[in-house]
């Protein structure tokens, strides 16, 4: 090969590659221009900081009536009266229905002129007896017949008196199922009336029983303060979402566990003095399990999570850059989560602009607009 012809081809490849280079880093530059120039994405932050939370546990139940008495007639006859207004509070003793009491009143009238009689005729026999006029067996057999004319007075007299139905407890009445002028009978099956005390009211609660074990160890280690009955205090959600006004007791003493669910029952005690409580509502019951002093809650906003369902916030650091970080999170309170781990106080979480972050890319961090911290909805829901 020819030297000269060699240095010339190598010169043409020197001068190639240079060319190349050039164009190259010509195209780079606005790329890398725009780059820098291209404005850092605006986000809205929450300053993560410590409090105290009550931690508390939502037990779905049904209202019970605190007692329930069936009206029911103990003698046979004809509804002459009814006495009460239905749906109204009666008084125990009061007088419900009044069954016509002729034929009764007839029979204690011969009932009393029976016990008058042998009352007289055992009298008599004793003054005899002093004399021996008569047997000591005429005078045993003298006051016998006493003793059975008074046992068949007072049966009259008690039938008679149950003619007058009266009210067994105190409590509202419901509907009457008869009227006037029906007959009614010793142990019929349909009752009259139905009277039901309403104050105070219990709260049946239905849960798993490791809901139970995680109750009682909460007031083995402090969490929760009980009476020494084991009883503690519990408030109550209406359906409308309302805050019943008075709180009640949660009776572990009173618990039925159901062998084929292995579910538990709970029994709550509330006042019920405007009879606001009627039975078979369905309530939540909400009860205090425990405080912890050093929560740490974030937005909801501002959790994201990964396909495989990993919760994560985007946390910006000293040098406003961002970074994707994973948490643990123990629930929802209000419009926030309970971080168990993986968030510290004094950090800033991204709440707002979240569409444009990728790690490691510089921010323009502002407190967050139109950010209210809730721990509890219920206050909002009333």
Not at 293 to 298: C, G, K, R
Not at 362 to 379: H, M, W, Y
Request: hydrophobic share 40%; aromatic share 4%.
């Amino acid at each position: 090969m020819n030297p000269k012809t060699s240095t010339a081809s190598i010169g043409t490849l020197v001068m190639l590659l240079v060319t190349a280079l050039i164009v190259t880093g010509c195209s780079d530059q606005p790329s890398q221009q725009q780059q820098a120039e291209r404005p850092s994405p605006q986000v809205g932050i929450y300053n993560v900081t410590e409090q105290p939370l009550a931690l508390t546990s939502e037990l779905p139940g049904r209202t019970r009536a605190w007692r329930t008495a069936e009206v029911r007639p103990q003698v046979n006859g004809i509804i002459e009266e009814r006495l009460f207004t239905e749906g109204s509070v009666v008084e125990e003793g009061a007088v419900l229905y009044r069954i016509d009491d002729a034929l009764y009143q007839a029979t204690l009238a011969r009932a009393n002129a029976s016990l008058v009689n042998a009352r007289n005729l055992a009298s008599r026999y004793e003054n005899l007896l002093g004399s021996r006029a008569i047997s000591r067996q005429q005078y045993d057999d003298a006051l016998a017949s006493l003793r059975s004319a008074e046992a068949e007075y007072e049966s009259a007299r008690i039938n008679q008196a149950y003619t007058d139905v009266k009210a067994p407890i105190t409590g509202k009445i419901s509907r009457s199922r008869v009227s006037e002028g029906a007959l009614v009978t010793n142990g019929q099956a349909q009752e009259l009336a139905t009277i039901t005390q309403l104050d105070p009211i219990y709260v049946d609660i239905v849960q798993p029983v490791t809901k139970l074990l995680d109750l009682q160890h909460a007031i083995e280690t402090g969490l929760i303060e009980a009476d020494e009955h084991d009883n503690i205090d519990v408030s109550l959600m209406l359906e409308n979402g309302q805050a019943y006004p008075h709180s009640g007791v949660l009776k572990f003493s009173e618990v039925v566990v159901d062998e084929g669910t292995g579910s538990v029952t709970l029994r709550a005690e509330f006042p019920n003095p405007d009879d606001k409580l009627l039975p078979g509502m369905f309530v939540r019951a909400l009860v205090t399990e425990g405080v912890r002093q050093n929560a740490i809650l974030v937005p909801q906003q501002a959790i994201t999570r990964d396909t495989r369902g990993v919760p994560a916030v985007w946390v910006v650091g000293d040098d406003n850059t961002v970074q994707r970080r994973n948490l643990e999170l123990a629930g929802t309170f209000g419009n926030t989560w309970l971080v168990n781990s993986g968030l510290a106080a004094g950090e800033d979480v991204v709440v707002e602009g979240l569409q444009r972050l990728a790690p490691g890319i510089p921010v323009a961090a502002s407190p967050a607009e139109n950010l209210a911290i809730k721990t509890d909805l219920r206050a909002s829901a009333q």
